[in-house]
């Protein structure tokens, strides 16, 4: 898996978190553990009856342990996007916290 994300690297990002958040933003940096350094964060909360609401996280440090999915973002298709009018359910968890 490591291997594939140096390919990512200082490249747009969108990672999924075990408990459904959605992290976008700059892949700095990651270790063995998967534990990923996103450099301009933002979350992005969906909604089925709001557009999209993003909120800035800054530099952002996600455990390996709650990454369930990384995928690179196409930018010049991610900024076509009007956010303020996409509607979705929000994601559920993935995994039940131990």
Request: proline share 4%.
């Amino acid at each position: 898996m490591t291997s594939t994300l140096e390919s990512y690297m200082n490249r747009m990002v969108n990672v999924v978190t075990g408990d459904g958040r959605v992290i976008v933003g700059l892949l700095k940096g990651f270790d063995q553990l998967i534990n990923l350094v996103i450099e301009d964060a933002h979350e992005r909360s969906y909604s089925e009856t709001e557009g999209v609401l993003t909120t800035p996280l800054g530099l952002y440090i996600i455990r390996g342990e709650n990454v369930a999915i990384i995928g690179e973002i196409d930018e010049e298709l991610d900024k076509r996007l009007d956010l303020e009018n996409v509607k979705a359910a929000p994601l559920a968890p993935i995994w039940i916290p131990q």
